[in-house]
């Protein structure tokens, strides 16, 4: 069984700080995917990473795949309220297996 | 933009009651799944259909659970015989290859099922 380790598990930041929220695991993903999940509703994809050592940015955003594909980090510059929620990242195995295995989360708040 | 829906938004049964959970998926996605997510713990699979037959399942998924694409649009997961530690956000997703191989999916906003 894959497991996704998120770190850290809550996080309190002020408004403009940045921060780096990570996702380790032993085990080689073929992909690895970033939600957001607000209280009550569903994930929401952020972005998708497949190639070892990818770097893809959104806006403040940035997400690192790792080289090894085990790993994968989420840096957000000058963090503001809006940010704030629940932070998820799932890893698929491939080699046929297309289910998510997600990690835990990082619960973010940005306070003004 | 295309989303995934899912009815009913809460479902409220008594234990040994027979549910059905409803999703649409987005319209040209061909892999859908299932998920659980017990209050306060992290999201587990349930199931993965593609082309009109369980393509993965998890343990959790046993005799008690089944999906069904009952015509071009839906895609239902039956409980049956409801449990009290089935109570949980169960939420529907589908997929379809991205141009980069891997399969995006996207989630619809979840049915709330208790079981009392």
């Known amino acids: 069984t894959q497991l996704l380790e998120q770190s850290p598990q809550f996080l309190s930041i002020q408004e403009g700080e940045n921060l780096t929220v990570y996702c380790n695991s032993s085990?080689?993903?073929?992909?690895l995917q970033w939600y957001r999940q607000e209280p009550g509703e569903g994930p929401v994809l952020l972005v998708t990473?497949?190639?070892?050592?990818e770097v893809k940015k959104l806006k403040r955003l940035t997400f690192q795949f790792g080289d090894a594909r085990k790993d994968s980090s989420l840096h957000i510059t000058a963090a503001q309220p809006g940010d704030t929620g629940l932070y998820l990242c799932?890893?698929?195995?491939?080699?046929?297996?297309?289910?998510?295995?997600f990690g835990k989360g990082t619960k973010l708040s940005v306070i003004p | 933009e295309p989303e995934v829906t899912q009815t009913p938004s809460h479902q409220v049964t008594q234990m040994g009651q027979e549910v059905i959970l409803r999703c649409v998926p987005i319209?040209?996605?061909?892999?859908f799944y299932w998920y659980r997510q017990i209050l306060g713990q992290k999201v587990e699979f349930l199931v993965s259909?593609?082309?009109?037959?369980?393509?993965?399942k998890s343990e959790i998924f046993d005799d008690q659970f089944s999906v069904e694409r009952p015509d071009g649009s839906n895609f239902t997961l039956k409980i049956r015989s409801t449990k009290l530690e089935d109570s949980a956000m169960y939420f529907c997703?589908?997929?379809?290859?991205?141009?980069?191989?891997?399969?995006?999916?996207?989630f619809g906003p979840g049915t709330r099922l208790t079981v009392t």
């Open positions: 259909f593609y082309n009109n037959e369980i393509s993965e």
């Open positions: 997703a589908s997929s379809v290859t991205s141009s980069g191989g891997s399969y995006e999916q996207y």
């Open positions: 990473v497949v190639t070892g050592g």
């Open positions: 085990s080689v993903f073929s992909s």
């Open positions: 799932a890893g698929e195995e491939g080699a046929g297996s297309y289910q998510l295995t």
């Open positions: 319209s040209n996605h061909l892999y």
